[in-house]
């Protein structure tokens, strides 16, 4: 009913819930937590390797999120919500893109090859989605608490397509470049 939707124990969760310092988090990590420790410019090999140690931890995260899925099933995510999915689920994405944004060579080299971009993400999209139909039959729906390795393969090229093809994503660029510089 209105009473029950309007109610204080529906309300303050709803305005004040977990759901909604998730994506507090999810901004916080990408504008300040890893710009921060983000190595600064004329450091090229430290920005590799704080690279591969945010893609190590993300396919960890990934294969760990897998593997309790396989053994549990779909309703226990007690550890996506609690050990990962704040700040390691999206490290390898954030990290990405400050990498482009600090390289411009790197931008300019990925921009000569956004069709590629996009075919290697409709691909990588067709196989991720395979898999969540089949944890849908699996399950009875899609238990959107599970990350896939290759759902986060997707991601990466989607949102470097996106990076690329968005003029409302261009300032973004100019803005990640202007706070790593």
Known sequence: ???????????????????????LFVILQLFVIYVLFFPKKGSSRAQTTFFAVALVLTLLFNVI?????????????????TYGKIFVAWITVFTWGIIIGARPTLAE?????????????????????????IMALADGYICRQYFRVSGFVFQMFAATFTFFASESFGTLGIITRAIIQ
């Open 109 to 133: 080299w990925l921009r000569n090859r956004l069709w590629l971009i996009l075919a290697g993400s409709l691909a990588v999209f067709a196989v991720y989605y395979y898999q969540e139909l």
């Open 1 to 23: 009913t209105v009473n029950e939707a309007l109610s204080y124990k529906v309300l303050w969760p709803f305005t004040t819930g977990m759901i909604h310092l998730w994506f």
């Open 65 to 81: 999120s897998e593997l309790v899925y396989l053994k549990y099933g779909a309703d226990n995510h007690h550890f996506e919500w």
